[in-house]
């Protein structure tokens, strides 16, 4: 029985390690192609890109290349009717799918740690590369198309010698309380500093229209932008979904600090209000702060919601192939294919749908932050189904 049992892991271990290998190079592909559009970079930034996106390509190829691999090995088995030699001899197939299932736990353990890898280490170089690269991205795409957008700003030029922008048009949007600002000038040169985190636009002999005022200068101006607002697509590092998992507790306990402060200035000053029977101020000033908590509370549900989020996405592996392998064992049939999307399709319509919509709403506040594990719940009843199936048949 342990040699059977041996045989049964390493066709398992093969089986995954060949389409993981395959499965995740696609993967791989699409979601350097993904950034690569996204963000403007060139194709000679490839090589940088792969080592921080192959555990973002990984931690969605895993769930189904497990459940694939269980769908395969344990099809074979049961179409060659191994299964019912062993139930023959008094051996319950319980004796198999348990050493395969407490494999896939260590699975869904480094499933776990990459998904942690890939939102904060993988999409921290990622941003990385893109702040280097602005510069470079930015020259490229205004000799290319004639423009270049970002969060922060648009250029429109006539066209680029070396790294003069001839006659552009510069847009500076909104943030805050600082206005639109659109600058028109006879040149305009970028340099980016990566080492202060940086983008400097020097701008020569124009005018300049914002905020009802307009003005012309004949001289030099510049304009210094942070590099990390001056990408295609900035991203937040103090979001939830970029922190690693042992940076959210100290994250947690900071943000509930946060609420307490707001709470107990809410309540000072409604009092100090009332007191002086200032009720305008007082319902000025409560809806402000009353609108400052609701954002921090929000954040402090996105905080709670996380962990539970990678822990329970991290351990669809397991769920995927406690579904799987019974599936493969009671249909008795070597076209492993049709079992693998008998398993498939109702997890896209049913496991990914619930998974959704209880991320979500634990988000918002209105689940409690384990419910994103309700997806994994839903697998588990199934799963325990065609295990009783296949035991009493």
Not at 38 to 43: D, E, M, S, T, V
Not at 151 to 174: A, D
Not at 335 to 350: G, K, N, Q, S
Request: with cysteine; aromatic share 12%; charged share 15%.
């Amino acid at each position: 029985m342990y040699l059977f049992t041996r045989y049964i892991l390493w066709q398992l271990i093969s089986i995954f390690l060949i389409s993981i290998s395959a499965i995740t190079i696609v993967m791989l592909l699409f979601v350097i192609i993904r950034e690569l559009h996204l963000q403007g970079l060139q194709f000679s930034h490839i090589y940088e890109l792969v080592p921080y996106i192959l555990p973002d390509a990984l931690r969605f190829a895993i769930p189904a290349t497990s459940l694939f691999a269980a769908c395969l090995v344990f099809g074979r088995l049961s179409s060659s009717n191994e299964i019912i030699a062993l139930k023959s001899l008094g051996i319950s197939p319980w004796r198999i799918l348990w050493p395969s299932f407490a494999t896939v736990v260590l699975l869904s353990f480094a499933t776990v740690w990459l998904n942690d890898l890939a939102v904060s280490w993988g999409r921290r170089g990622v941003q990385k590369i893109v702040i280097e690269s602005i510069e470079e991205v930015a020259y490229s795409r205004l000799r290319n198309h004639g423009s270049h957008t970002t969060n922060q700003f648009t250029i429109n030029v006539k066209t680029v010698e070396g790294k003069r922008l001839v006659e552009p048009t510069l847009t500076f949007k909104s943030s805050g309380k600082s206005p639109t600002v659109v600058i028109r000038a006879a040149w305009a040169e970028l340099h980016s500093d990566v080492e202060n985190g940086f983008l400097t636009i020097l701008m020569n002999n124009g005018s300049a229209v914002g905020g009802g005022v307009e003005g012309v200068f004949p001289n030099t101006i510049k304009r210094v932008i942070p590099l990390s607002s001056a990408a295609r697509r900035s991203q937040r590092s103090e979001s939830p979904s970029q922190m690693a998992l042992s940076e959210i507790p100290a994250q947690i306990t900071k943000q509930k600090t946060r609420i307490d402060t707001f709470e107990q200035r809410l309540a000072a000053t409604s009092a100090f209000h009332l007191a002086s029977g200032n009720f305008f101020e007082l319902k000025k000033t409560s809806e402000s702060l009353d609108g400052a908590i609701s954002g921090e509370e929000s954040k402090l549900f996105r905080l709670h919601t996380e962990p539970h989020r990678r822990w329970a996405a991290g351990f669809s592996c397991l769920f995927f192939v406690a579904v799987g392998a019974p599936l493969a064992i009671r249909r008795r049939n070597g076209e492993f294919w049709t079992t693998f999307f008998l398993c498939f399709i109702p997890i896209l319509i049913v496991y990914y749908p619930i998974l959704m919509v209880s991320i979500e709403q634990a988000k918002n506040g209105v689940f409690p932050p384990y419910s994103v594990w309700l997806g994994n719940i839903t697998l588990l009843f199934w799963s325990i189904f065609l295990i009783r199936k296949i035991m009493r048949y």
